[in-house]
């Protein structure tokens, strides 16, 4: 389920806008520990980093003063465009970039937040030193990475059930992916190394809709489409309904009420520029 940002800049964010409301309600838990962690108290300029359809983006603004300029940034044009489509608030602006580009940010920000869009940096060291110029002096940031896979066991059995038909690549740590900062006191040393200081992290634990909010049979569909694991099944219609079938009987001990809710872990990443 790993993708780099050049992934994300063509094929896979094309293909993933079209996930992306149910994606992003599975997600908003994470948004309440990751936006409690930045004072919003007073009117900012926040910049939402790989902001994928805009929903942390909007719980940013729902939770800003009036006076608060946010900018949601994303590599993809597709989900740009989706974000753009919400629904206005004059205080929101949606735009394209790559976070991995050295060029200056446009404004100095007080804020840089993060949810899942910090994992998949082909030049992590360079690009986190570049976003650290992005802030004011003693401005803040907070980031969410996904914790060990150990804690986030829905995404292993994902993985498990795909195996069954084809081989699986063997994982890299440190390469771009959805666990390359599962040990967040490496995370806090790269940061600090870029240019943050006052680097710490809080553990999130809680339960996710996996899908949004579906039964079984359907949260098993959802992360054949939308996680990148899925797509080593090919076009093969045979794998893919095998696979979808054992997937859908793994997730039906966590369906509750009709809804598929897992256990699941973020760190919570924050400091400020040094």
């Known amino acids: 389920m790993g993708s780099s940002s050049s992934d994300w800049a063509g094929s896979r964010g094309d293909k993933w806008v079209h996930k992306l409301a149910a994606m992003e309600a599975m997600l908003a838990p994470i948004d309440e520990p990751l936006l409690a962690a930045l004072d919003l108290s007073s009117a900012r300029c926040i910049a939402d980093l790989g902001c994928g359809g805009g929903a942390t983006t909007r719980a940013l603004a729902a939770r800003s003063p009036n006076a608060t300029c946010i900018h949601g940034i994303d590599i993809s044009a597709a989900n740009i465009e989706y974000a ?6 004059q205080r929101l602006v949606f735009y394209r970039r790559n976070l991995e580009s050295t060029d200056p940010a446009a404004v100095a920000y007080d804020r840089l937040c993060s949810r899942f869009g910090t994992m998949f940096f082909e030049a992590p060291r360079d690009t986190f030193s570049a976003l650290a110029s992005w ?5 803040r940031f907070a980031f969410a990475v996904w914790a060990p896979a150990v804690w986030n066991r829905w995404m292993q059995i994902v993985r498990e ?4 038909e084809v081989t699986l690549p063997a994982s890299k740590r440190d390469a771009p992916g959805q666990f390359r900062y599962a040990r967040a006191d490496l995370f806090v040393e790269l940061l600090e190394d ?3 200081t006052g680097v710490s992290f809080q553990t999130w ?10 039964n079984a049979r359907e949260a098993a569909a959802f992360a054949l489409s939308a996680f990148s694991v899925g797509g080593l099944l090919g076009d093969d219609a045979e794998k893919r309904s095998r696979v ?3 997937l859908g009987t793994a997730l039906s001990p966590f369906e509750d009420g009709g809804v598929v809710m ?3 872990a973020a760190h919570i990443v924050t400091g400020r520029r040094s």
């Open 84 to 89: 753009r489509a919400q629904g206005h608030d």
């Open 244 to 246: 979808l079938c054992r």
């Open 205 to 214: 634990t809680g339960r996710l809709p996996l899908g949004g909010g579906v």
């Open 135 to 139: 802030l004011t002096p003693e401005g």
């Open 194 to 196: 870029s240019g943050f």
């Open 262 to 264: 897992v256990d699941a």
């Open 161 to 164: 059930a795909v195996a069954t």
